[in-house]
């Protein structure tokens, strides 16, 4: 087991989660590593989610829980907001969501994982997830990732579930740093999974969940497997939307572009150009960079993008 002298920050970001909040708290409390605290920022909750925090605030008087207001931007500024909030030091750091339950190992078992990595290296861990009903009911295993993570997949997908990530102390000390220097994201999850594996740092994708996702309509953005989200990704493609994030990504990474390899710097050039190009040599440049999704199916939208000069 991990030793206890690892401290691990957990950041949640808070939104009107009285419904599922105080169960996600309450497995975050019986985690089988015990040295944690929590970064709250409640993006201006009108239900009882203050009250289920300071409650459980009083219940385990020896952690640190700290709670403040967020920007009221969104939840990946809620979440930005947590990385430029966070006390400079040696601690993990892992994000949490407000509706999730935690598996008691979800912090051991990516601290185990971690500590393989060199600690100069930047290191990110995620896993898969138990996908469930509202009530935690009728689990189903998330999407598995077949294809090794990096950039390269970066760039174009995101398989870093929020709810599951945990940053070594390098690679909470670079996103934390680039926090101050992005502006719009799509997602706070992606734009992690971006930064780090572009900076050179290290990706583990564990295929062993580590979070009950709860699915239920307030979701965010929610799991994004099966049928019917790869009819609604085609869709995506289709009125542009891809394209319109693809821009806000570039955006964001050229903002910290310092903080990249010399080798991704030049494979995110590279990006910007096959999307400006015309058709051939827009796809000729597309095969040359090696951009990839995790499977043939999720890989043929980014072609399709490409042809419809959608990426």
Not at 40 to 59: M, P
Not at 114 to 138: E, I, M, Q, Y
Not at 216 to 222: K, M, Y
Not at 226 to 237: D, K, N, P, S, T
């Amino acid at each position: 087991m991990p030793d206890k002298q690892e401290h691990v920050r957990i950041v949640m970001a808070v939104y009107n989660g009285a419904l599922c909040l105080l169960p996600q708290l309450e497995s975050i409390a019986q985690q089988s590593h015990r040295n944690w605290s929590i970064l709250i920022s409640d993006d201006g909750s009108t239900d009882h989610s203050l009250e289920i925090i300071d409650a459980f605030k009083h219940d385990n008087p020896t952690h640190q829980i700290t709670c403040v207001g967020g920007p009221k931007l969104g939840f990946a500024q809620n979440f930005v907001s947590l990385l430029r909030r966070a006390p400079i030091d040696e601690s993990y750091l892992a994000f949490s969501d407000q509706d999730d339950v935690w598996l008691n190992d979800r912090l051991a078992r990516g601290l185990e994982a971690l500590k393989l990595v060199g600690p100069n290296r930047p290191a990110l861990f995620c896993s898969r997830t138990w996908v469930t009903d509202a009530n935690l009911g009728h689990r189903r295993l998330s999407t598995s990732r077949n294809r090794p993570p990096g950039f390269l997949n970066a760039l174009v997908q995101n398989i870093a579930a929020g709810n599951t990530i945990l940053l070594n102390p390098a690679a909470r000390q670079l996103v934390c740093a680039a926090s101050h220097e992005v502006g719009d994201l799509v997602a706070h999850d992606w734009w992690v999974y971006q930064i780090v594996s572009g900076a050179g740092g290290q990706v583990i994708h564990d295929p062993t969940p580590t979070v009950l996702y709860r699915q239920h309509p307030s979701n965010q953005i929610g799991a994004n497997d099966g049928f019917l989200a790869y009819v609604r990704r085609i869709g995506l493609v289709l009125d542009k939307t891809y394209r319109s994030w693809n821009a806000v990504n570039i955006a964001a990474l050229n903002a910290s572009i310092h903080r990249l390899t010399a080798e991704n710097r030049e494979i995110l050039k590279q990006f910007c150009l096959m999307r400006e190009d015309k058709l051939w040599p827009s796809l000729r440049r597309l095969r040359q960079i090696g951009l990839y999704r995790q499977t043939s199916a999720s890989t043929s939208i980014l072609w399709l993008a490409a042809v419809l000069k959608r990426l």
